[in-house]
T-cell receptor, first 114, second 115 residues
Framework: AQSVTQLDSQVPVFEEAPVELRCNYSSSVSVYLFWYVQYPNQGLQLLLKYLSGSTLVKGINGFEAEFNKSQTSFHLRKPSVHISDTAEYFCAVSEGGSNYKLTFGKGTLLTVNP | DTGVSQNPRHKITKRGQNVTFRCDPISEHNRLYWYRQTLGQGPEFLTYFQNEAQLEKSRLLSDRFSAERPKGSFSTLEIQRTEQGDSAMYLC?????????????FGPGTRLTVL
């Protein structure tokens, strides 16, 4: 069975600092990987996804992630964060692509302080 | 494209009561998913439909839970004899089957509180 581990439950950073949110997964088959963001009292919004091809994936709002198969990781990065990036971030995995069921990690709360 | 909508946004009920939630997907989307998110956790898959057919159900979906999508458009999720452990955010998502890259779009969720 597939699973996702987000190693940090909370990450506080100062505005304009770089940030990395860590995600590791386990699966017995090839997987597709996703990062979603959730703002308070809202649903989830897709930031980026890895389906195939280049292991460096660029998403919305300046975020990017790198798929590392040997380390089974898919860490999310942003070189300079804004106050507006404060939200909960979820890593997810699917064995069937974007339109198959997703298995999520527990989430990382990113708090950007002035 | 008006997005995925869910109603109600909030529901407070007493233990033992039945509740029903509705999800309206993006109009041309043929796949619809239900997830449950408890406090401090990521969403957990409950079930999904392709058109009106329910193709998979999680073991989390006990006998008290039932989901339908009668005409392949909107879907309902009913919980019978609610328990305090059912308190959670219930999220609906939809996607267009046909390409592996097609994204799941999530609704705002229905927050259930069981007293």
């Amino acid at each position: 069975a597939q699973s996702v581990t987000q190693l940090d439950s909370q990450v506080p950073v100062f505005e304009e600092a770089p940030v990395e949110l860590r995600c590791n997964y386990s699966s017995s088959v090839s997987v597709y990987l996703f990062w979603y963001v959730q703002y308070p009292n809202q649903g989830l919004q897709l930031l980026l996804k890895y389906l195939s091809g280049s292991t460096l994936v660029k998403g919305i709002n300046g975020f990017e992630a790198e798929f590392n198969k040997s380390q089974t990781s898919f860490h999310l990065r942003k070189p300079s964060v804004h106050i507006s990036d404060t939200a909960e971030y979820f890593c997810a995995v699917s064995e069937g692509g974007s339109n198959y069921k997703l298995t999520f990690g527990k989430g990382t709360l990113l708090t950007v302080n002035p | 494209d008006t997005g995925v909508s869910q109603n109600p946004r909030h529901k407070i009920t007493k233990r033992g009561q039945n509740v029903t939630f509705r999800c309206d997907p993006i109009s041309e989307h043929n796949r619809l998913y239900w997830y449950r998110q408890t406090l401090g956790q990521g969403p957990e898959f409950l079930t999904y439909f392709q058109n009106e057919a329910q193709l998979e159900k999680s073991r989390l979906l006990s006998d008290r839970f039932s989901a339908e999508r009668p005409k392949g458009s909107f879907s309902t999720l009913e919980i019978q004899r609610t328990e305090q452990g059912d308190s959670a955010m219930y999220l609906c998502a939809s996607s267009l089957r046909g390409q592996v890259k097609n994204e799941q779009f999530f609704g705002p969720g229905t927050r259930l509180t069981v007293l």
